[in-house]
């Protein structure tokens, strides 16, 4: 009776544990076979230390009880700090004067659950991986873009990261040095109005490889631009709810402390520091949900899918109030080189509201000049009112309302600038009158020696 018992008691423990089976961890030789990697001393020592700490921690997080997400190994886990680093390498948009104020949410109805890889046709590309190169601004913009063309045209293009990394121009060193060094994706948008943007594979990614920025190359030839975009939109920071709005319109480029993410594996990260968040990183918001009464955002990262739920990361949102901190340490990932602020507001786990902007007017081809812009009378909506202003608003497609106080930005594809234009036009008929002018006497002066009469439909009286 009582072994009986015992088979019972047994039995009903294996039920109850059925659903929780525990986890394994590999060892650090399995690790290194696993990962393809091969360290020779004192190296070896090295990385074994840095593996044995991060399993530490990866099993301290998994111990808790309750926990929202689950840590685990990858192929971050022995990088060393200056190794991590170049997998950031963004520093937010500058020139604008930061939102301390955190806005609430308003009540408007909004999808519970939105995420843009249900979208069919597919207007989203597959994750990538910037490797050993701080151009994670440039992954972002990229993406952005692609999905900004393929929803304006149908058209899904995987776009050249690389182009952006070489060829953006950061003179005011803002957000880094540029390329590989850092920069931004308002940057990236600016750039891409003006030249458009080649596709990946007439300019493949190199320097995550190389470490080096690279080449620019001239966009001729297989390296012509296949799509561009007209503009982008700024969003408010802080801002919870034009955020969550703008994510239905297009997906949204956004900076985040991503200093605490190598050991995420898969669940909703609620691991950063939100009292000082160190803004550091540029990500994709992809959408936003909810799983078992936690309400999350949906991000899209450019690690590779190896890395988390295949390269996405669902970091925990706040429908109620957001938690804001302060990011006091700008120059490692904020401004431009002058001027710099002593701090910035931000709000969101990991920060994930300070700094948010998406393209739109995607098109397919080269940004193309307007026939004669110094002779076009200024358009206007529906032939009355005032003209067409240069600052444009997507608002209308967003479901529930408008976006307050955000920003948009829009240029003509490759504009000529009217006064040059009318400079030029001035100029030609300057040249014309005076040419015609010595034509006209050189015809008087050989009717004079010959006697002669021009008639009066000559090519001369004509011209």
């Known amino acids: 009776m009582v072994g009986l018992q015992a088979g019972i008691l047994f039995a009903v423990a294996g039920l109850a544990c059925a659903g929780e089976q525990a986890l394994t961890y590999p060892t650090f030789e399995e690790y290194l076979k696993e990962h393809g990697l091969t360290y020779w001393e004192p190296e070896l020592s090295e990385r074994k230390q840095l593996y044995e700490t991060a399993l530490k921690g990866i099993k301290e997080q998994n111990d808790k009880k309750g926990r929202l997400w689950e840590a685990g190994v990858s192929k971050l886990t022995v990088l060393k700090?200056?190794?991590?680093?170049?997998?950031?390498?963004?520093?937010?948009?500058?020139?604008?004067?930061?939102t301390f104020g955190y806005r609430p949410m308003a009540k408007k109805d909004l999808p519970g659950h939105f995420d843009w890889r249900d979208r069919r046709p597919s207007v989203v590309t597959a994750v990538k991986n910037q490797g050993s190169c701080g151009s994670c601004w440039a992954f972002a913009a990229t993406a952005v873009m692609e999905s900004a063309i393929a929803i304006s045209t149908d058209t899904l293009f995987e776009l050249s990261p690389q182009q952006l990394t070489s060829c953006t121009p950061n003179p005011k060193e803002c957000g880094g040095a540029g390329g590989c060094m850092g920069a931004t994706a308002q940057l990236a948008f600016n750039?891409?109005?003006?030249?458009?943007?080649?596709?990946?594979?007439?300019?493949?990614?190199?320097?995550?490889?190389?470490?080096?920025?690279?080449?620019?190359?001239?966009?001729?030839?297989?390296?012509?631009?296949?799509?561009?975009?007209?503009?982008?939109?700024?969003?408010?920071?802080?801002?919870?709810?034009a955020l969550m709005e703008a994510v239905l319109v297009n997906p949204v480029s956004v900076s985040v402390a991503a200093s605490d993410w190598r050991l995420y594996k898969k669940g909703i990260f609620d691991g950063c520091n939100t009292r000082r968040p160190i803004i550091n990183h540029a990500v994709v918001l992809m959408g936003y949900g909810e799983e078992e009464g936690v309400h999350y955002w949906l991000v899209r990262n450019s690690w590779g899918p190896t890395w988390g739920e295949q390269g996405y990361v669902r970091l925990?949102?706040?429908?109620?109030?957001?938690?804001?901190?302060?990011?006091?340490?700008?120059?490692d990932g904020y401004s431009c080189k002058s001027n710099p602020p002593d701090s910035i507001r931000a709000c969101g786990m990991c920060g994930i509201l300070s700094d948010s902007s998406y393209p739109i007017g995607g098109f397919i081809g080269a940004p193309q000049a307007p026939d004669d812009p110094a002779l076009k009378m200024p358009q206007t909506h529906g032939g009355k009112g005032k003209a067409t202003e240069s600052v444009v608003?997507?608002?209308?497609?967003?479901?529930?309302?408008?976006?307050?106080?955000?920003?948009?930005?829009?240029?003509?594809?490759?504009?000529?600038?009217?006064?040059?234009?009318?400079?030029?036009a001035a100029a030609t008929a300057a040249v014309a009158a005076v040419l015609l002018l010595a034509w006209r006497r050189r015809g008087a002066a050989a009717a004079a020696a010959y006697g002669e009469v021009l008639p009066a439909d000559s090519g001369i009286a004509a011209a």
Request: charged share 20%.
């Open 81 to 98: 700090p200056h190794e991590m680093s170049t997998l950031y390498g963004y520093m937010k948009e500058t020139g604008k004067k930061p």
């Open 316 to 331: 925990q949102r706040f429908p109620e109030e957001e938690p804001c901190g302060t990011d006091d340490e700008p120059l």
């Open 393 to 424: 608003s997507d608002v209308e497609q967003i479901p529930g309302g408008s976006v307050q106080a955000s920003e948009s930005v829009e240029t003509p594809r490759l504009f000529t600038a009217a006064p040059v234009a009318a400079a030029a």
């Open 191 to 241: 750039y891409t109005m003006r030249h458009g943007m080649t596709s990946l594979w007439t300019w493949p990614y190199t320097s995550g490889i190389w470490r080096s920025s690279g080449e620019c190359y001239d966009m001729v030839g297989k390296k012509a631009s296949v799509a561009g975009i007209t503009g982008y939109k700024q969003l408010p920071q802080n801002d919870a709810q």
